[in-house]
C-alpha cells in the first residue's frame, strides 16, 4: 500500500528557530496538503499544492509558513519563526485526481 | 468557513455493542468522508461518499452521505476493542481541488 512518509516524527525547537518540516508524498499523486491538529483538536487545514504552487491556504496560513516542492519527490513546510502556538502535529497529505486524501503519520512539533 | 458539527463527541460502549455517529452542516458538501486516527497516527480513511444517499459498507463499518448533501453518518457493528480511537468526518465542500473540511471527532472507547 503506498504511503505518504513524514520525517521527522517529532521535532523539539526554540521560540523564534526555523524549522523545516518533510513529506514524500505518494509517487503519482498531483495534489499536496499541509494540515495541523493542534493537542485534542480538529484536523485543520493549512494550505494546499497543485502543479508547483499553492492553489488553497487558510488564515493560518500567514507570512511565517511557506511551502515547496523542491524536487519530484520532497513536499515541505517551513516555518520562519516559531512561536509557542505552533505547538502541534503537522499532517501531509497527498491525492490523485479523486479524493482519496492519503494522509501521512505526522510530525509532531513542540515549540519551548 | 464551512464547517462541520459532529456528535457524540465521545462514546464509552462495552464491546459487541452497535455504535452510531454523525455529522451536520449547515452547507452541502460534494463528499463526505470518514478517517479514523490511533494515537501518533494521521488519520486513514475508512469510508469515501460521493453521491447523495449512497449506503457504502466497508466490513462491520457503514456510512451514508445524506440525501439533503448536509449530514452522514458512520455506524460501527459488533464492537471490537481495536474500534478504540478517534473518528473524523470530513466533507468537501466543491468539486476540485477544494480542501477538505473536519468535523471536531468522535472519541470511541470500547469496554471489554
Redesign the interface.
Same mark, same amino acid.
Do not use: I
Given at each position: 500500500e503506498p504511503e505518504v512518509t513524514q520525517t521527522p516524527s517529532h521535532q523539539v525547537t526554540q521560540m523564534g528557530q526555523e524549522v523545516i518540516l518533510r513529506c514524500v508524498p505518494i509517487s503519482n499523486h498531483l495534489y499536496f496538503y499541509w494540515y495541523r491538529q493542534i493537542l485534542g483538536q480538529k484536523v485543520e487545514f493549512l494550505v494546499s499544492f497543485y502543479n508547483n504552487e499553492i492553489s488553497e491556504k487558510s488564515e493560518i496560513f500567514d507570512d511565517q509558513f511557506s511551502v515547496e516542492r523542491p524536487d519530484g519527490s520532497n513536499f515541505t513546510l517551513k516555518i520562519r519563526s516559531t512561536k509557542l502556538e505552533d505547538s502541534a502535529m503537522y499532517f501531509c497529505a497527498s491525492r490523485d485526481n479523486g479524493y482519496g486524501y492519503t494522509f501521512g503519520s505526522g510530525t509532531r512539533l513542540t515549540v519551548v | 468557513?464551512q464547517q462541520l458539527n459532529q456528535s457524540p463527541q465521545s462514546m464509552f460502549i462495552q464491546e459487541g455493542e452497535d455504535v452510531s455517529m454523525n455529522c451536520t452542516s449547515s452547507s452541502i458538501f460534494n463528499?463526505w468522508?470518514w478517517?479514523k486516527q490511533e494515537p501518533?497516527?494521521?488519520?486513514?480513511?475508512l469510508i =469515501?461518499l460521493?453521491k447523495a444517499g449512497e449506503l457504502t459498507s466497508n466490513g462491520r463499518l457503514t456510512a451514508q452521505f445524506g440525501i439533503t448533501r448536509k449530514d452522514s453518518f458512520l455506524n460501527i457493528s459488533a464492537s471490537i476493542p481495536s474500534d478504540v480511537g478517534i473518528y473524523?468526518c =470530513?466533507g468537501?465542500p466543491n468539486s476540485g481541488?477544494?480542501?477538505?473540511?473536519?468535523?471536531?471527532?468522535t472519541r470511541l472507547s470500547v469496554i471489554a
Open positions: - | 468557513g463528499t468522508l478517517y501518533g497516527e494521521g488519520p486513514v480513511l =469515501a460521493y473524523f =470530513a468537501q481541488n477544494t480542501p477538505l473540511v473536519f468535523g471536531k471527532g
